[in-house]
């Protein structure tokens, strides 16, 4: 199954934001911070455009018992606005794994955990991140379970400088990535029946919008943040060697 879960106004928000982003690598903004995950900033593009582009595809992985399902219509959530598809059958409710929010922020998130080495870190900052989200998660009829769009990415931040300092960018995508699928999709599955969603996808309608936004806000929030620490520790290293 798949389907564009959003409206033409939501559309347009992160077209305007897709066009930002490119602005962004250009002046080596974002590029800056992604490489100080440990991405290298020739990459830095093709991932959000992967992450962007495969919030269209939704792998199937179960099917609820049949109910009556809410179908070709919209909700409002928290001043956003989701599309609900078109459910050609009456099949219940369909559980999918988004592609461009799930699939691709999982290995980018393992990958990041290997190449930093965050073994100690991570643990709480998930933690902390999963409690709020989950908290604040909020069950959809018709939709799903979606959360407040700018509360994952401020959060990361936070458990990213206050964790792991020196490597807050990187804890920063990983915590609200992982956290936000945990505390809101995992942690909620049992309320999903009831909901009249035809489909609910763990990473798309309802949370795509606050992974998305972790990988490009939390990141450059950390790094900014995070900066006039590193540098000075930079700055003192290269005067001991002298």
């Not at 179908?71 to 459910?87: C, E, T």
């Not at 991570?122 to 979606?146: R, S």
């Not at 206050?162 to 049992?190: C, Q, V």
């Amino acid at each position: 199954m798949q389907y564009f879960p959003f409206t033409f106004p939501l559309y347009l928000f992160f077209f305007f934001l897709f066009v930002f982003m490119i602005v962004m690598i250009e002046v080596r903004v974002l590029s800056y911070a992604y490489e100080r995950m440990g991405i290298n900033r020739h990459y830095v593009f093709l991932l959000l455009l992967l992450s962007l582009l495969g919030t269209y595809f939704n792998i199937t992985i179960y099917h609820f018992p049949a109910e009556r399902v809410v179908s070709d219509a919209h909700v409002d959530f928290f001043g956003m606005r989701y599309l609900i598809p078109l459910a050609s059958t009456a099949r219940g409710t369909a559980l999918a794994v988004n592609v461009g929010g799930a699939l691709i922020p999982t290995l980018l998130s393992l990958y990041l955990l290997v190449k930093n080495r965050l073994l100690f870190g991570v643990l709480p900052a998930v933690a902390l991140v999963t409690l709020i989200v989950h908290a604040l998660a909020h069950p959809v009829k018709g939709l799903g379970i979606a959360v407040p769009l700018f509360v994952p990415p401020l959060i990361a931040s936070a458990a990213g400088l206050l964790f792991a300092r020196r490597a807050a960018p990187a804890l920063a995508y990983i915590s609200g990535t992982l956290g936000t699928l945990i505390g809101a999709d995992l942690m909620n599955l049992e309320k999903v029946r009831g909901l009249g969603a035809p489909m609910v996808s763990i990473g798309g309608a309802g949370t795509f919008d606050g992974i998305f936004l972790t990988g490009i806000v939390a990141v450059l929030l950390a790094s900014i943040f995070s900066r006039p620490k590193d540098e000075g520790d930079a700055n003192e290293a290269v005067y001991d060697r002298k």
